[in-house]
């Protein structure tokens, strides 16, 4: 998506959206049966584009634990998810024919609970420990991965030897969406951090990408073979980013797309070579900037009368819902639920579109 997109660049947007819908249609229909999921066990790592809320007794300001987020999600009350209904992490797991939904590290999940998936994502959290703190408290990826190593330690418990939980592991999805708050709650914040100082932009991804690595490594030595990554979405097309930094024409700020390209790029040349190092693994890259052209607002507001800015009523200081206040009648309109996150129509389109490439590993 972008404001010079051209008709033919549209018109197969749209085609795909045509696509997608008929493929979600599809699965909706398979999974009405009562079946065993196409994985027997989903970990989700990741930031508040996944978040079922771990961040709901951390000490900060980036939780998303009140109304009027959750107002569509199906107990209808605030989980802590970014969002009013399901998140795309969600949605893959209904799609994959998971009867529950993953839940949160911080709910202490039980033992029967553990076999089946953890959910680790944390709002404001990035590849660095320092990136979002200046909003209080979050979950790093680093310190996610910690978290795995618990549960992976449970799991040989459970399950009586080291050898059962590595074949119970090795047979699960992982999937990771990490690097957004890296350059929105981190590179772009000059007032809190000085890395935009120490680094030009290709430096900056390099970095980032050198630590994914490292961390993608310790997910394999931890168990995981079936991993599937998500590259930074396109940073510049949020309302909060139209709202800060655009031209109210302009439907994306284009030079906060092009601070992102070269960790994508780096990203997807050390998956290529995690999956040539480890021939008992598969790694696939998510690519987050088609889904987000898929979902964002052009097609949307190609493909249907749909509005491209926040539903729910949002601060103008954090981007978030303000508390309380009713949101947007048709929800399913838009793309965006507040300055940052996608709506739950937005994740139902996204989530088929990273199945259809984590297929390709399970
Ligand atoms: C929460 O964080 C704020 C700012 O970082 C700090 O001043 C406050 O003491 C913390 N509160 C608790 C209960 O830890
Ligand atoms: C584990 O937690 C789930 C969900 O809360 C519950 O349905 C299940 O009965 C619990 N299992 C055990 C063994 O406690
Ligand atoms: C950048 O910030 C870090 C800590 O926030 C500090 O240790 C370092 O000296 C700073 N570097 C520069 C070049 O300002």
Not at 83 to 90: I, P, W, Y
Not at 161 to 180: E, P, T, V
Not at 242 to 264: E, Q, R, T, W
Not at 324 to 334: F, G, I, L, Q, S
């Amino acid at each position: 998506m972008g404001s010079s997109r051209s008709d033919s660049q549209s018109s197969s947007l749209i085609s795909s959206l045509f696509s997608i819908v008929g493929l979600l249609a599809g699965a909706a229909v398979v999974a009405d049966g009562s079946r065993e999921p196409e994985v027997p066990c989903y970990f989700i790592f990741g930031d508040s584009l996944f978040d079922p809320g771990n961040n709901n007794n951390l000490n900060t300001t980036m939780k998303a634990n009140y109304p009027p987020y959750g107002v569509d999600f199906p107990s209808g009350v605030a989980t802590g998810r970014y969002s009013n209904g399901r998140t795309t992490a969600d949605i893959i797991g209904e799609l994959l024919g998971f009867e529950s939904f993953i839940p949160p590290f911080a709910s202490a999940p039980n033992n029967s609970e553990i076999l089946v998936g953890v959910n680790y994502a944390s709002g404001s959290a990035g590849l660095l420990l320092e990136t979002g703190k200046f909003m209080g408290e979050n979950i790093d990826l680093s310190q996610q991965l910690k978290n795995h190593e618990q549960t992976v330690s449970r799991i040989g418990k459970i399950l009586g030897s080291k050898k059962a939980a590595d074949d119970h592991l090795a047979q699960c999805l992982y999937i990771c969406n990490m690097g957004n708050n890296d350059y929105i709650a981190n590179y772009l914040q000059p007032q809190v951090s000085n890395f935009s100082k120490r680094y030009n932009p290709d430096q900056f991804a390099a970095f980032l990408v050198e630590q994914y690595s490292h961390e993608l490594v310790r997910m394999h030595v931890m168990g995981a073979r079936k991993v599937g990554v998500t590259g930074v979405n396109l940073i510049g097309c949020t309302p909060a980013a139209i709202a800060m930094y655009g031209d109210k024409d302009l439907l994306c700020v284009d030079s906060m797309n092009k601070l992102v390209v070269p960790f994508n790029e780096r990203l997807k040349a050390i998956i290529d070579k995690l999956n040539v190092r480890f021939t008992d693994a598969k790694f696939v890259y998510l690519d987050s900037v088609t889904a987000g052209g898929i979902a964002g607002q052009d097609v949307f507001v190609s493909a249907f009368p749909i509005k491209s800015t926040a539903c729910c009523k949002v601060s103008l200081a954090t981007g978030m819902c303000i508390p309380n206040v009713e949101p947007c009648k048709t929800r399913r309109a838009h793309a965006f639920w507040d300055a940052f996150h996608p709506s739950e129509a937005a994740s139902r389109l996204i989530a088929p579109f990273y199945l259809r490439a984590l297929k390709k590993i399970l």
